[in-house]
């Protein structure tokens, strides 16, 4: 039996029910934007056949929610996007028609029934690792020192134009220490929809306060990798 005609045999549910897809974004796919990340997703997710919910009207189309948008050049462990199904389908051939179509850097981790909230999100856990020259222990010294007082500003892009903020005001916690040849920052940035800080705005602080990566870029260079994202005591993880 083709996916197309089992997919129209499955029970129907009593209303479409709102499935969360866990996913992975890393390595080379770090450098896609979230608008082609949208695109992608709308072909894979008809190509794995799953019995998705349509809207209704002169343009159908698959109603797609991504928990928060990861900035370009970042990757992640804990991305997420809800969507609908209106058919019975187990969460695990969901899982694994998804990952029949996705690939090792975009891989699909969980699907699981919506419960939560994405606007009950707060924290965002990321780890940092930097390669630049200088790297030691006494620079990572310094970034903690760095890091504990205020203040230290970026300019950043509102709505009404660009401002000086204390991104300090964004940390909720912070660990730095030094490891095989690269500064390590271990750090819960705000993520919620009233307060959020770009994972790249601590970077551009640091290089702005210390002048560190700012020799070659073939030998200098960092990561930033979203770990979990967490509820508003800053602990708790969100799922």
């Known amino acids: 039996m083709k996916d197309n005609e089992k997919k129209f045999t499955l029970p129907m549910l009593e209303s479409p029910r709102t499935m969360r897809i866990l ?22 997710l008809v190509r794995a056949g799953l019995p998705l919910w349509y809207t209704k009207g002169f343009n159908p189309h698959i109603k797609m929610v991504f928990g928060m948008p990861l900035p370009v050049g970042s990757e992640s462990e804990c991305e997420m996007l809800d969507v609908r199904i209106e058919r019975e389908m187990s969460e695990a051939e969901m899982l694994e028609r998804l990952n029949a179509e996705l690939t090792a850097e975009l891989r699909a981790l969980a699907v699981y029934p919506a419960e939560r909230k994405f606007a009950e999100i707060a924290y965002a856990e990321y780890d940092y690792t930097i390669r630049t020259a200088g790297g030691d222990q006494a620079l990572s010294d310094r970034i903690r020192e760095t890091l504990s007082t205020h203040p230290l500003t970026v300019t950043r892009r509102t709505k009404s134009g660009e401002k000086e903020v204390d991104i300090l005001d964004f940390v909720h916690s912070y660990e730095v220490s030094f490891a095989d040849g690269a500064v390590r920052i271990h750090a819960v940035l705000a993520a919620g929809e009233g307060k959020y800080l770009s994972p790249e705005l601590l970077v551009t602080a640091l290089k702005q306060k210390l002048g560190i990566l700012s020799g070659n870029p073939t030998e200098e260079n960092y990561r930033i990798l979203r770990r979990r994202v967490l509820l ?3 602990v708790t993880e969100f799922h």
């Open 23 to 44: 996913f992975r974004k890393v390595g080379n796919l770090q450098y896609i934007s979230h608008l082609d990340l949208q695109r992608t997703f709308s072909r894979v």
């Open 232 to 234: 508003a005591d800053g």
